[in-house]
């Protein structure tokens, strides 16, 4: 018995002696252990490859390293802010809740109030190019309102907004490119209606008319419409064309 077992041992290291001498004839030296498992074709965690005759390669680091000089943050206001702009100058917030628009000196850090407009429930402020012209969203009992206006500068009496309110639930405002429009969408039965508003004019004109309604809008030109894609369903991103027609490409 125990001469038998000797034999199967002897067996056992000649073959795995024969394995070693072949393999280093084969494939030479490995510079470490993983180079071994490679050759098999075995990687990704000892997982077999499906393509044992490709070899993975390691890509090269290509982030640059800037080197930034450190600088302070400075807090300009302990207000809650809905919206900004930023000029060389100064800023101009509107502060949420009030819809009070506020504009700070960025060389003195004084900070003055330039409309004193009170729009309860204020959620979101745009400003157009120059910050002129603001776009100031709040709540109200049946969803939201948006007031567009001018900021009229007055020292004594703290300013005001000179405006009008877009349509109720008006969704996707935007400045025009020129700050001297805003772009808004609304909802109906039938569909989506994209406008243009005119501020000077104080006019709005359709720009398009979709039957589409949960959508977001890239507005310019040419102007594209999109739903968001989900778990359940894909996106589709459309370009409005003449007559509002719709090519769409799937997301």
Do not use: C
């Not at 390669?57 to 982030?63: A, I, W």
């Not at 930023?86 to 109030?113: C, F, M, P, W």
Request: zero cysteines; charged letters at 15%; proline letters at 4%.
């Amino acid at each position: 018995m125990k001469k038998t077992l000797l034999i199967i041992l002897a067996l056992l290291i000649s073959l795995s002696i024969v394995s070693v001498f072949m393999y280093l004839m084969i494939f030479g030296k490995p510079k470490d252990s993983s180079e071994v498992f490679a050759k098999f074709g075995l990687g990704n965690n000892g997982t077999i490859s499906s393509n044992p005759s490709s070899s993975v390669q390691t890509p090269q680091n290509t982030n640059t390293i800037v080197n930034v000089a450190p600088a302070k943050l400075q807090q300009l206001t302990t207000r809650p802010v809905a919206g900004a702009y930023v000029s060389d100058e100064h800023v101009r917030y509107a502060e949420q809740g009030t819809g009070h628009v506020y504009e700070i000196n960025l060389t003195t850090g004084k900070e003055t109030l330039i409309s004193g407009t009170t729009i309860p429930q204020t959620v979101s402020a745009l400003f157009s190019h120059d910050g002129t012209y603001t776009a100031i969203t709040s709540f109200t009992s049946t969803g939201t309102k948006t007031i567009v206006g001018d900021i009229v500068m007055d020292d004594k009496n703290g300013g005001k907004i000179n405006g009008v309110s877009l349509p109720e639930n008006a969704r996707e405002v935007q400045f025009t490119a020129q700050g001297d429009g805003v772009y808004y969408l609304i909802k109906n039965n039938a569909g989506s209606v994209g406008y243009i508003y005119n501020i000077e004019k104080k006019t709005s004109v359709i720009l398009f008319n979709i039957p589409l309604r949960d959508v977001r809008v890239l507005w310019g030109d040419p102007l594209y419409v999109y739903t968001t894609p989900s778990g359940f369903q894909n996106g589709f991103l459309y370009k409005v064309g003449a007559k509002s027609s719709l090519i769409y490409t799937t997301l």
